[in-house]
């Protein structure tokens, strides 16, 4: 009867710990901040997740407090409920910590540390994984005319059809001034790479962190986002080399920057820079990533 009692403890806090991911879930569902680690597209996949703990989690405590539970596995197996308090312990621990973790600190936004450790695309480099990429087939969303418009910053873009990409092409090739948006913060970087000789002498305002890149000189630095595929351990820096004289910037700081596209070195390969005129310091947006919805190929 009273290893019985034992089980029934177990099944309880396992419960309980199973409500802790479900209503820690629910928090960043709520929140929002759930986009600090994956990209909007996987959300439904984090709605069906926090059903299915929550079924779960109802399930084992109900099983813990009836009294017609008490039977274990009758199977002959290792995964039987240890009787060492000591590893039951250090095991619950294990989903426990990160829980608290969860409640307790704020949310980590992705860097000038995290930047430093992984290659950073400037365009040029990435035109061509990027355009060939292949996504998922969806209801296309009526393309925006002018290449200024601002998304909500928790959209997510469409993949662009190779008739928009063209067409956002041309745009670019005919205006004299490209301002950035977060819904095409990446067909915008590839395209300045692709045309890069065609689009030098042109204006340019663009948002992103600070990270001030060791081997740079020490007037310039790299104005950079994070663009998320699907979540933050996929996470690419998407970048431009920027010319400030005597600007005092720390990294990680967001500014605002107008200036001119030049063209410049980088490892034997041709990248943009922009020759800054002005730069502004910003708050940090509500959604510090950008999103690579790729291309959709028929």
């Given at each position: 009867?009273?290893?019985?009692?034992?089980?029934?403890?177990?099944?309880?806090?396992?419960?309980?710990?199973?409500?802790?991911?479900?209503?820690?879930?629910?928090?960043?569902?709520?929140?929002?901040?759930?986009?600090?680690?994956?990209?909007?597209?996987?959300?439904?996949?984090?709605?069906?997740?926090?059903?299915?703990?929550?079924?779960?989690?109802?399930?084992?405590?109900?099983?813990?407090?009836?009294?017609?539970?008490?039977?274990?596995?009758?199977?002959?197996?290792?995964?039987?409920?240890?009787?060492?308090?000591?590893?039951?312990?250090?095991?619950?621990?294990?989903?426990?910590?990160?829980?608290?973790?969860?409640?307790?600190?704020?949310?980590?936004?992705?860097?000038?540390?995290?930047?430093?450790?992984?290659?950073?695309?400037?365009?040029?480099?990435?035109?061509?994984?990027?355009?060939?990429?292949?996504?998922?087939?969806?209801?296309?969303?009526?393309?925006?005319?002018?290449?200024?418009?601002?998304?909500?910053?928790?959209?997510?873009?469409?993949?662009?059809?190779?008739?928009?990409?063209?067409?956002?092409?041309?745009?670019?090739?005919?205006?004299?001034?490209?301002?950035?948006?977060?819904?095409?913060?990446?067909?915008?970087?590839?395209?300045?790479?692709?045309?890069?000789?065609?689009?030098?002498?042109?204006?340019?305002?663009?948002?992103?962190?600070?990270?001030?890149?060791p081997a740079l000189p020490q007037d310039q630095f790299v104005i950079a986002r994070f663009g998320v595929v699907c979540c933050i351990a996929d996470a690419t820096v998407y970048g431009m080399i920027t010319k400030g004289n005597d600007i005092k910037l720390l990294n990680d700081e967001?500014?605002?920057?107008?200036?001119?596209?030049?063209?410049?070195?980088?490892?034997?390969?041709?990248?943009?820079?922009?020759?800054?005129?002005?730069?502004?310091?910003?708050?940090?947006?509500?959604?510090?990533?950008?999103?690579?919805?790729?291309?959709?190929?028929?």
């Amino acid at each position: 009867m009273k290893r019985n009692e034992e089980i029934s403890h177990h099944h309880i806090v396992r419960g309980i710990i199973l409500a802790g991911f479900t209503l820690l879930l629910f928090k960043l569902l709520l929140t929002y901040q759930i986009i600090f680690f994956i990209a909007p597209k996987m959300i439904p996949f984090i709605y069906f997740s926090f059903i299915v703990l929550f079924s779960l989690s109802v399930l084992l405590i109900l099983r813990g407090t009836s009294k017609k539970n008490g039977s274990t596995c009758l199977c002959q197996g290792e995964h039987a409920i240890s009787k060492s308090f000591t590893k039951n312990m250090f095991i619950y621990s294990l989903f426990i910590i990160p829980i608290i973790s969860g409640f307790l600190f704020s949310n980590n936004v992705l860097g000038s540390t995290v930047a430093m450790k992984r290659q950073i695309n400037y365009g040029s480099q990435v035109s061509i994984a990027v355009s060939q990429q292949k996504v998922a087939e969806k209801n296309p969303t009526s393309y925006k005319d002018s290449i200024n418009n601002q998304a909500s910053s928790f959209d997510l873009p469409e993949p662009l059809t190779k008739e928009e990409y063209s067409s956002l092409e041309k745009k670019i090739l005919k205006t004299n001034h490209i301002k950035f948006s977060d819904s095409m913060y990446v067909p915008l970087m590839n395209l300045i790479g692709e045309n890069l000789s065609q689009v030098v002498g042109k204006t340019i305002t663009i948002t992103g962190f600070v990270y001030k890149e060791p081997a740079l000189p020490q007037d310039q630095f790299v104005i950079a986002r994070f663009g998320v595929v699907c979540c933050i351990a996929d996470a690419t820096v998407y970048g431009m080399i920027t010319k400030g004289n005597d600007i005092k910037l720390l990294n990680d700081e967001w500014i605002q920057v107008t200036g001119t596209i030049e063209k410049t070195t980088m490892e034997g390969a041709d990248v943009p820079m922009i020759e800054s005129q002005n730069i502004t310091k910003i708050k940090e947006p509500s959604n510090p990533y950008v999103y690579d919805a790729g291309l959709k190929i028929d």
